[in-house]
């Protein structure tokens, strides 16, 4: 019944995956690591009693691994992910998919040609409860017809090695994948407008940044993307539609009243603001695996259109606030459902 | 049309009800002043443009004054209330109507003998705009029957002069004339529990304090009085009906997030929290009087058994938390509803 | 002592402003009314004891008139205005202070030749408490330098005579003019973006849209302007800095626990969100006339700056969305400030 | 590695922990099952692939039972647990650890003769973040030495089976447990005060109650039990220090703003609640046991002490309101701590 793991990547993210699967999650199993690093493969599998393979090709062909976690580097990920689907394996890819359109396109070719689905790629707010809420708020018609969403996107500070184009590459490409499915619909458009940048960054980073996107069906979103911002982790959303809106809660945090004044805590960093996300993303990966089912995950396809996303919003950033029209290919009907 | 009042007393608070009256509130002037410190009573006058009289009774018989404010020292109060209805001129009495039951008694019969109300006695509280949504929501019935109130009353600090029955007599006796008013009902018992005292306090008092009052239709009222709380001036108040609940909102006040922690300002003093019902009470007030209308605010019998319920609380307090039975004189006819 | 005001326009904005200067603000009498419809003047006048004159000019002139409140018809503000100056007659004129950037530079340059302020212009946010603090706020240095403002305009509904321009005209102003004022510093381009509209809008209106600021020192502004929004009269207004942000508090209201929910109720129009700044507006401008002084609210300057940006927004609204830079006049010492 | 768990008791709360340990609990199994009820040992046992064993004492004795989860009728707890601890094996005995104080007592001497703690009593609130984060402010010191908790505890509606007892036994228990671990200090009085009832009750019960603890150091606890509220699961918690206060956050859910109401949704029962806290309580459980290490969460001296302030808290509510002083042994050393 356990579902066997093997995992290709066993850094930092790697590491706490492999945790996750190990203590969090129920059913599931290590049994494989591979490390362009072996020595960090050996050590990862010494811990959670897996054995070390020296490639993602011979761990993928493990007749002890059931299913493959892709969490190594990304230019990498196309390769893994194009391998487990010839193998016929449920294969689950840390973002990106592929670093390039055309990668990402290869793999859900390779995937239509399969014949199931079989990836999954690792967006994980589409299983944080404040997002699953606001969906449900959504489908209720609560609020009527979405016109409007509101993002913003800050984090305390970034490294150094961390550039402009990683706004939307590795920051906004979350509310992008997560506004696809919540609002389901398609984003046609993206456009950078720069405000002065803060003398809290590094020289060569426009940071803040906000990104308007417009969607198939008209709606227009904001977001701010302030990766610099130094007083905390902050995710904020809200949805605005024709008879009201619907916002994404702070985590609930205790109030104190002190020295004049009433206060909570903001959380510092998105592992412990996505926590429950994470461990919820890998609990129903696996209960997909077990039951044999098609994951219900964010698909090749949405790590396609991410992709094509991300690459328009840089190509505004880049030619200094241009609207860009997104270039995505027709959403082929293998992939059901609208965005 | 303008309302000329005449100030007894021209201290603190006398001074800010004259600036109230002449810089706030439309309809009034402050023709005369007295106090018991003629220099005191002199600045007020000069500083507003107002005679000096030499006396409370001077003052009341003034043909310049229509109406009377008595801000005077406690004990006094009683003394000019009567005299200012024995002349047949609207009195506006601040808290407490007089420093015993008796006396208050005497002012009761008094009006009670001229025939029709002269006299509200300053609890501001009615004049609140949350305590004033509260009661429309009870009104209204959405929350059912009450059950239950929970309060709390905490100041930064007290000064050294602030005893313990003060805790009663000062403090609480808003949250007793306001909760009268709030549940249209009439508090029956009274008993003080004691924690842990703050050690931020003055040796000789008991802070905080727990007291318990029970209505006459059974409603449970537990209410924090808490006057060296440190952090500031905090109002809570939370009504529990069959159905449902209500509670009185913090003040508006922006919200900053900043060094980890999203934070708003609690005020400091009642004068900044209340400063609105202060307003609207004199606003009524002098409508009341150049209306040539009975007063609608807190009546001479309201002072009356804001006293009497003050009066068990301490002696509850004295006795070392036994329940007292609140020893109050039937309500007559003359002023109307319930409590 | 009493600041004796002449109103030009009894309608219902004029007719409230009177009540406010008649019942609310202290030191101020209305002496004469005009109109353009003489019955409603006569009205107005025999409600609150004043008389009623012919004409504007015949206002201005009467001796029995200290200062003006212009509330006619918008088209007319100019002349009034002008003519006020020219009787160096301290002047207060609603918004706009004319519906022409030329005519709004007529009225500064008349100021100007006049040597010392003598119009405030009706923008009244400046005087809200909320906007206040975050003023403060700002002051203190406690969110660092600001970067973006995110703001929001809801009306629950609105008639059918509102057509899209005044979207810019007649809400967003309100934004411009605060939001030049809270970051003191100018607006140099618009833009506006068009969601989906709502479905409950008229056939004509574009609603809602977003509008898109850019400051002299790089601030960036977005605002949604939502005039059918349903639910409520909503106004948003967060300020990002280089160290944390600061946001405009919901009003005050109790909370009510029933039927599963927790909720407090948003206000239905802007008299009930603005009325204290209201309020605080007049009791200000009357101050400061009775002084003597100059006006300390929004100058003609910021009327002019007013128009001139909403000009800009209609222009990239009918564009479009086309960026617009805004076209204004260098900055007159005599107006000091920045913004 | 595994820890193999065998279950006494499989009803609605027994079920749901073999659930617990079996999907959301990692490093654990469920083995064994027994009931009173074969045929729902059965039922339990086939859908976890355990083995249906006839009487707890088999179950213990078991070689495949490494602990023991004891979910059986209240009566039968006691006889459970002191067969594990005689066995030497650890054991999770759901609330109440016995349902006399006697009998919690010969638990609490049986696990001193054995030695080392094997007992864990299932009181969750104690693994609950918002307490959790509670108890980190109180230790960190940030509000001062805790002087008063006001204490809330409310469910929609209760059961026909309900009676006036069990507001102490089934529900104060929960706060009478984490009140002692948050503040680490002995409750050594009761009192119940009965509010006017509920019509929404059935006749035979006193509902709402307000309880009054006294802890050895002086502090006050009130707790409203209100368990025909209707409008949801609401458990509120705020402790009062010399310097501050800390409130327990009401759980995160996104805020919605529709026809002039903000809202958010209440919890509708203790399951939903705390999920989380039941979650961690397993987790942390099943992670001692495997490191075979003593249970860090509630002991049998907890278990003990519940139960003796729950019985005095009872002998006040039947003797009409009475302050009744718990009668509790002196705290063995073996017990560590304070409370």
Not at 113 to 127: D, E, N, Y
Not at 163 to 179: G, K, P, R, Y
Not at 229 to 241: A, L, P
Not at 311 to 331: E, F, H, I, N
Request: charged share 20%; hydrophobic share 40%; with cysteine.
């Amino acid at each position: 019944m356990t579902v066997r793991v093997g995992v290709i990547g066993a850094g930092m993210i790697g590491q706490d995956h492999i945790r996750r699967l190990t203590e969090v999650v129920t059913g599931a199993s290590v049994t494989a690591v591979t490390d362009i690093d072996a020595g960090r493969a050996a050590q990862a599998a010494a811990r959670f009693g897996a054995t070390v393979l020296p490639t993602g090709a011979d761990l993928i062909d493990s007749p002890h691994v059931d299913a493959v976690l892709v969490t190594s580097w990304g230019p990498t990920h196309a390769e893994h992910v194009l391998n487990a689907v010839a193998a016929g394996k449920p294969v689950f890819c840390e973002k990106p998919l592929a670093t390039t359109a055309e990668d990402c396109l290869r793999v859900v070719e390779a995937e239509r040609a399969h014949g199931r689905r079989l990836v999954q790629v690792g967006f994980m707010r589409r299983f944080d409860p404040g997002y699953r809420q606001m969906k449900e708020v959504l489908a209720a018609g609560s609020i009527g017809t979405p016109l409007i969403v509101h993002c913003a996107h800050r984090n305390p500070t970034v490294p150094d090695a961390y550039h402009s184009a990683m706004a939307a590459q590795d920051t906004a490409v979350h509310e992008i994948d997560v506004l696809r499915w919540l609002l389901d619909d398609e984003i046609v458009s993206a456009q950078v407008v720069s405000p002065r940048a803060t003398s809290r960054r590094f020289e060569h980073l426009q940071d803040p940044q906000i990104m308007l996107f417009e969607t198939a069906n008209g709606v227009r979103i904001d977001l701010e993307v302030f990766v610099n911002c130094q007083y905390g982790y902050d995710i904020q959303c809200e949805t605005v539609g024709e008879e009201g809106l619907v916002r994404l809660p702070d985590p609930a945090a205790v109030g104190i009243r002190t020295r004049g004044r009433h206060s909570t805590a903001v959380p510092q960093d998105w592992k412990a603001r996505f926590a429950d996300a994470f461990d919820t993303e890998f609990r129903e990966w696996i209960a997909s695996v077990a039951a044999g089912a098609e994951p219900t995950g964010p698909s090749a396809w949405d790590g396609y259109a991410a992709t094509v996303i991300t690459d328009a919003t840089v190509q505004s950033l880049d030619s200094g606030g241009r609207l860009v029209t997104v270039d995505m290919k027709p959403r082929p009907a293998f992939y059901g459902g609208t965005a």
